[in-house]
């Protein structure tokens, strides 16, 4: 066993009718979040094993969710091209985002949640804004050859993963966009905990760790099945080893500087389609095509 790595399989979610396709710690790691192919979203204490609540208006496949800071607001993308913005304690949909013109895969609020960014298959990234009445984009970047994956945000950039085998940063104070070409499709991006490199999910079985500020590939990571599914990838709390569920149903762990496996193990009966971290804990969630999410701890 590694010390200090979640490997204890310490609970399991039960309630998506189908596949989960995402899940999500909200920012303190008390709850997460669930969605899947039964058109739902489902809050959960995952501590605790307890379903608190399930939020349901969306008309095909939930593929993304994002929670406020303080835990109060809830957004949420998929096949029905719309981005739901949510108030998590009424379950109510407080408005409707409409301008993909295809399946949205990806959202995220920025750190005072008065925007949101979204990333979908029409090849572009959307951003909203929450505190007006509007319902129409208030930036449109479409500079994508294809399907945009998946999306994160720091302080003054937008972040995204694209099959046209790109990562693009916008920055949004000077209006430059950087390209890092990764030569192979991306399917999913996450920074690293001190947001100084970025970890992309490539559909060639392969992770790749670059240098934000040089854009030099200062690793790879392999032993999983990536080809044809959205799967997540993250690094721990610590940024010391870096993981990601596999097409086979097992996650990885890697040590984040050699990239050696320094654990895999089988935790799901089919594709993992999403590991979340605790943000301080040595906890972990993951969710999969078998229509669970399981709680991981050390």
């Given at each position: 066993m590694?010390?200090?790595l979640?490997l204890r399989?310490s609970g399991?979610l039960k ?9 999500r710690f ?6 997460c ?6 058109r ?5 204490n995952?501590?605790?094993g307890?379903?608190v609540?399930?939020y349901?208006?969306h008309g ?5 969710v994002?929670?406020t800071?303080?835990?109060?607001k809830?957004v949420s993308c998929?096949?029905d091209r719309q ?6 304690s009424?379950g109510?949909?407080?408005?409707k985002f409409?301008g ?11 750190e ?11 090849r ?5 804004d929450?505190?007006s ?5 208030i930036q ?5 050859q294809d ?7 720091t302080k003054s950039?937008i ?8 990562v693009r940063t916008?920055?949004?104070?000077v ?8 030569k ?8 690293s ?10 559909l060639d079985s392969t992770l ?6 040089s ?8 032993g999983?099945t990536?080809?044809?599914?959205k799967?997540?990838?993250?690094l721990?709390n610590?940024d010391a080893h870096v ?9 990885f762990?890697w040590?984040?500087v ?16 999403s590991?979340?971290?605790?943000p ?13 999410v399981?709680?991981?701890k050390?």
């Amino acid at each position: 066993m590694v010390a200090g790595l979640p490997l204890r399989e310490s609970g399991v979610l039960k309630g998506h009718e189908g596949a989960v396709l995402a899940v999500r710690f909200n920012g303190d790691g008390n709850y997460c979040l669930s969605c899947g192919k039964d058109r739902t979203l489902r809050l959960w204490n995952p501590h605790r094993g307890i379903h608190v609540k399930t939020y349901k208006s969306h008309g095909r496949e939930v593929r993304d969710v994002h929670v406020t800071p303080d835990n109060s607001k809830l957004v949420s993308c998929g096949g029905d091209r719309q981005i739901f913005y949510w108030d998590v304690s009424t379950g109510r949909v407080i408005r409707k985002f409409r301008g993909h013109d295809s399946e949205v895969n990806s959202v995220k609020f920025n750190e005072y949640a008065s925007v949101v960014v979204s990333a979908g298959y029409d090849r572009s990234v959307r951003t909203w804004d929450c505190r007006s009445q509007s319902t129409e984009p208030i930036q449109i970047i479409d500079t994508f050859q294809d399907s945009v994956m998946s999306v994160c945000l720091t302080k003054s950039e937008i972040i995204a993963g694209s099959v046209d085998g790109t990562v693009r940063t916008f920055d949004i104070r000077v209006g430059r966009e950087l390209v890092d070409d990764m030569k192979q499709p991306v399917n999913c991006i996450s920074l690293s905990n001190d947001t100084n490199c970025l970890l992309a999910s490539c559909l060639d079985s392969t992770l790749r760790l670059l240098d934000r500020s040089s854009g030099e590939l200062l690793q790879e990571y392999k032993g999983h099945t990536c080809k044809s599914f959205k799967m997540d990838c993250c690094l721990t709390n610590t940024d010391a080893h870096v993981t990601s569920g596999s097409e086979d149903g097992f996650i990885f762990f890697w040590d984040l500087v050699d990239a050696s496996v320094v654990m895999k193990f089988r935790a799901h009966a089919s594709v993992v389609t999403s590991v979340s971290y605790h943000p301080k804990d040595s906890c972990m969630i993951t969710s999969s095509v078998d229509g669970t999410v399981r709680v991981w701890k050390e």
